[in-house]
C-alpha cells in the first residue's frame, strides 16, 4: 500500500427516516442494485483509495457484506457499527481507522454519504489529489437558488449568492486533523454538525477547508422521488 494510505468510510449507518422504507434507504434497490451496492462500486473503482471501512446500520451488517461480495469490492476492510447521529458515525470510522496498523495521522480519509451513490470518480480522485494541498477538502457546487436564513418563520438574512455552495461528499481530511477537531468537538454538546468540514471550521479555525467541483448528479438518496431521479440520472 503507498504511503500514506487513503481510506474511504463510506457512512451508511442511518435509518433513512426520510426515506419512509421498512429498511434503511441505503439497501433499496435503483436499477436492479442497492444504493450502498452503487456507492460502494464507486469507490472500489476509483484508483487513488486503497481501502473502504463501512459504517452501517446495527443488524445489516451480513447484508452489507453480502451485497460487497458479490459485487467483488474487494477494497472492503471492514463493516462497523454507527452512531446516533452521522457525527457519531464519522468519528466511529476515525476511531476504527487510526487503530490499523500502518495508518498514521497522515493517512487520507474521505468521509462519504452511502446515500450519494451516483458519486463520480472524478470527484473522489479530485478529492484525494487536493490533500496533497490542504488538509480539508470537500466536494461542492454553486447554489442556483437564492438562499435564505429564516428564524420564526420570517427570512432574517438573504446571503449572497455568488459566495454560497452546496456541501457534497466526499469530504477529505489528513487523519490527524479530524480526529483532533472531533474530539474537540466531543467537548461541546450544543455543536450538531451536519458534515465533517464543519468540524473543522469550528474547532480547528485555522486550517482552510478547500472546495473541489462537485456535480449536480451527486444528489443525496434523501426522499422517496430522489430513488427514480437517481435511476434517470444514472441512464444519463
Ligand atoms: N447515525 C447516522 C446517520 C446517518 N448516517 C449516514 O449518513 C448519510 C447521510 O445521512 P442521511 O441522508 O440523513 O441518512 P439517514 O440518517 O438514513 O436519513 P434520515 O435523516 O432521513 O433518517 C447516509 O448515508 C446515512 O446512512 C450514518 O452513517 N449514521
Ligand atoms: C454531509 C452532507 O451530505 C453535506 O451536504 C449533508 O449535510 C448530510 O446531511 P444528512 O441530513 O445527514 O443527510
Request: with cysteine; aromatic share 2%.
Amino acid at each position: 500500500m503507498p504511503h500514506p494510505p487513503t481510506i474511504a468510510a463510506v457512512l451508511a449507518g442511518g435509518r433513512g427516516s426520510r426515506m419512509g422504507a421498512a429498511v434503511p434507504k441505503q439497501l433499496l434497490e435503483v436499477a436492479g442494485k442497492p444504493v450502498l451496492q452503487h456507492t460502494l462500486e464507486a469507490f472500489e473503482a476509483a484508483a487513488a483509495v486503497d481501502r473502504i471501512v463501512l459504517v452501517m446500520a446495527e443488524g445489516f451488517h451480513d447484508t452489507a457484506w453480502a451485497i460487497a461480495k458479490a459485487a467483488n469490492v474487494t477494497k472492503l476492510s471492514a463493516v462497523i457499527d454507527g452512531g446516533a447521529t452521522r457525527a457519531d458515525s464519522s468519528v466511529a470510522a476515525i476511531r476504527w481507522a487510526l487503530a490499523q496498523p500502518g495508518v498514521g495521522e497522515d493517512a487520507k480519509l474521505l468521509v462519504h454519504d452511502a446515500a450519494r451513490m451516483l458519486v463520480t470518480g472524478r470527484i473522489i480522485n479530485d478529492v484525494v489529489a487536493a490533500l496533497d494541498e490542504c488538509q480539508a477538502v470537500t466536494a461542492a457546487i454553486p447554489s442556483s437558488d437564492t438562499v435564505v436564513e429564516v428564524r420564526d418563520g420570517r427570512i432574517v438574512d438573504v446571503p449572497d449568492r455568488a459566495s454560497l455552495a452546496r456541501v457534497q461528499t466526499p469530504q477529505g481530511f489528513r487523519l490527524g486533523l479530524i480526529a483532533a477537531a472531533h474530539a474537540e468537538a466531543a467537548a461541546d454538546p450544543g455543536f450538531t454538525p451536519t458534515d465533517d468540514c464543519s468540524v473543522v471550521l469550528r474547532c480547528r479555525p485555522d486550517v482552510p477547508v478547500r472546495t473541489v467541483a462537485g456535480a449536480e448528479r451527486n444528489l443525496k438518496v434523501t426522499e422517496p422521488a430522489d430513488l427514480a431521479l437517481a435511476e434517470a440520472l444514472l441512464d444519463r
